[in-house]
């Protein structure tokens, strides 16, 4: 929902990682074999590549709240436009204005 057409700039990012992840997750590795040996771990190139991928994503979404956090500190109007909130301006404001009552 938060990558739609507003933050479309973002999108085909997001995307490419997020189908590297369901090719990495949907691989097999060696190291699902032995998942508490540490040797294979370091020596699986997927569980590097993941923690790529997964900085990577975690990049874009960063970028994406900070933007609309922005957007909405800088929002000149005293009540927000409950028609135009999504799911992310309604955790933001949630957390900018306290807990759940």
Same mark, same amino acid.
């Given at each position: 929902? !938060?990558?739609?057409?507003?933050?479309?700039?973002? %999108?085909?990012?997001?995307?490419?990682? =997020? @189908?590297?992840?369901?090719?990495?997750?949907?691989?097999?590795?060696?190291? @699902?074999?032995?998942?508490?040996?540490?040797?294979?771990?370091?020596? $699986?190139?997927? !569980? %590097?590549?993941?923690?790529?991928?997964?900085?990577?994503?975690? %990049?874009?979404?960063?970028?994406?709240?900070?933007?609309?956090?922005?957007?909405? !500190?800088?929002?000149? $109007?005293?009540?927000?436009?409950?028609?135009?909130?999504?799911?992310?301006?309604? =955790?933001?404001?949630?957390?900018? @204005?306290?807990?759940?009552?």
């Amino acid at each position: 929902m !938060a990558i739609g057409g507003r933050c479309g700039r973002y %999108r085909d990012d997001f995307l490419r990682e =997020l @189908d590297e992840a369901v090719r990495l997750t949907g691989g097999f590795n060696l190291a @699902d074999l032995y998942p508490s040996s540490r040797l294979m771990r370091r020596f $699986s190139a997927a !569980a %590097r590549d993941m923690a790529k991928c997964q900085s990577n994503i975690r %990049r874009i979404i960063e970028g994406i709240i900070g933007e609309r956090a922005a957007v909405s !500190a800088s929002s000149t $109007s005293t009540a927000p436009e409950r028609e135009e909130e999504n799911l992310l301006a309604v =955790l933001l404001r949630l957390q900018k @204005d306290g807990g759940l009552h």
